[in-house]
């Protein structure tokens, strides 16, 4: 299903990725990573209604010469390479560009922010600009490579990208698609096609939305959208979003810059 996706959220301005930034590197007041006046980037001019609290939101935009720390980790593992870099940057002056290598299964180079509150998620928003170098690996991959995953209440939700591979939803495809996975009792899993393209060399807004209460989560590439489609998610305090390239097969490999990341998450009442 596609259409063009406007998120008012609450936030206090209208569609596009504006609308999910909030102000510092790691979060208000630059807490959780490499903070900057307010101003002085590309987080630094994003705004955050109020309600929503210092430790659910955090902005990234890789400005500051170092990776966020406090509520984000990094991981890099079996030969996954990570850095922040000045070559190509949608937000000047760096980004910050992961590869993870074809022939090896279980390489991930990924960012990873946590949030916990004293109230349940309500909804989990996650935002990144993404820049693909190229797909590596040989076809027919075996599994894909997650790019953006949320997950919470033993639910997870994630884009993902694969070539020539043999899904339930079709056979040999090439392209984006979400996968749903559910790991509490009846656990579940599916997986859907992803409406919209990652071009090589050129930035483009990816976002996720999860919304609690329905278990819908919706996916936008470049301003078309996919969903909502269901998973399930249980009640929970703590949301976890991973950003960056994590394979899960042997054959599939994929390198690519990234900026400008912003998570929120807004709670029940």
């Known amino acids: 299903m596609r259409w063009s996706l406007c998120l008012a959220a609450v936030f206090l301005v209208g569609c596009g990725s504006a609308s999910l930034t909030p102000p510092?590197?790691?979060?208000?007041?630059?807490?959780?990573?490499?903070?900057?006046?307010?101003?002085?980037?590309?987080?630094?001019?994003?705004?955050?209604?109020?309600?929503?609290?210092?430790?659910?939101?955090?902005?990234?935009?890789?400005?500051?010469?170092?990776?966020?720390?406090?509520?984000?980790?990094?991981?890099?593992?079996?030969?996954?390479?990570?850095?922040?870099?000045?070559?190509?940057?949608?937000?000047?002056?760096q980004s910050w560009q992961v590869t993870v290598p074809s022939g090896t299964a279980a390489t991930q180079a990924t960012l990873t922010w946590k949030a916990t509150g004293a109230k349940p998620v309500a909804t989990v928003t996650a935002a990144v600009d993404v820049s693909p170098v190229a797909a590596q690996g040989v076809a027919a991959w075996s599994g894909g490579v997650d790019l953006l995953c949320v997950k919470f209440g033993l639910g997870q939700a994630c884009l993902d990208y694969t070539m020539d591979a043999d899904m339930g939803f079709a056979s040999n495809y090439t392209g984006f698609y979400l996968s749903l996975e559910y790991d509490g009792g009846g656990a579940m899993f599916s997986q859907q096609p992803v409406e919209g393209a990652l071009p090589t060399g050129i930035w483009t807004r990816v976002e996720m939305q999860v919304v609690a209460s329905s278990h819908q989560v919706t996916v936008t590439l470049g301003g078309t959208a996919t969903g909502p489609a269901t998973g399930y998610f249980d009640p929970d305090t703590t949301v976890e979003v991973d950003v960056g390239a994590n394979a899960s097969g042997a054959l599939s490999g994929w390198s690519g810059y990234l900026d400008n990341v912003v998570t929120t998450v807004t709670r029940s009442l």
């Open 24 to 93: 510092h590197d790691g979060g208000l007041g630059g807490a959780g990573g490499a903070g900057g006046k307010a101003g002085s980037s590309w987080c630094g001019m994003q705004i955050v209604a109020s309600a929503v609290a210092a430790s659910d939101t955090s902005c990234v935009d890789f400005d500051e010469g170092a990776l966020p720390s406090g509520a984000w980790t990094v991981k890099a593992t079996a030969g996954a390479t990570q850095a922040l870099t000045s070559a190509h940057a949608s937000s000047l002056p």
